[in-house]
């Protein structure tokens, strides 16, 4: 099924801190529920999306057993940072076409291009099989 139609139904959730929808979400809660449809489930991490040090900390952690890449593919998890702390404290899913679906207080869940100077990012990864459903 094409990526798109998959996540079409998200865009324009609010955004929440520890939302995991179906209403509202925030960045990890998105990409947990969009890793569900593409058959992943992603660990939950209890941690407050205004904690960029704790997020940080997390993925650092994880990002072992995760997949690198070199670019992105749909679905890929994309690992980025907001503002000016050099820290991974967001994520988003690389939907295909240059796009990225992610969400911020400002704009709910929105599709972005993966190449927009509001996105910093710091890497591309995939979910390792044990994840998977």
């Not at 609010?14 to 489930?41: A, E, H």
């Not at 940080?56 to 690198?68: A, G, L, P, T, Y």
């Amino acid at each position: 099924m094409d990526a798109g139609i998959m996540i079409a139904d998200l865009i324009g959730k609010p955004f929440s801190d520890g939302g995991r929808g179906p209403d509202t979400f925030d960045c990890w809660g998105l990409c947990m529920t969009v890793f569900k449809r593409f058959g992943y489930r992603l660990p939950e991490y209890p941690v407050g999306a205004y904690e960029p040090e704790q997020i940080n900390s997390v993925i650092m952690s994880d990002r072992k057993i995760w997949q690198e890449l070199e670019k992105p593919q749909k679905p890929c998890l994309v690992l980025m940072r907001l503002g000016v702390i050099d820290l991974i404290n967001h994520c988003g899913v690389y939907t295909g076409d240059g796009f990225v679906l992610h969400t911020r207080k400002k704009t709910g869940s929105i599709l972005e291009r993966i190449n927009s100077p509001f996105l910093k990012i710091m890497g591309y990864v995939l979910p390792p099989e044990e994840f998977r459903l």
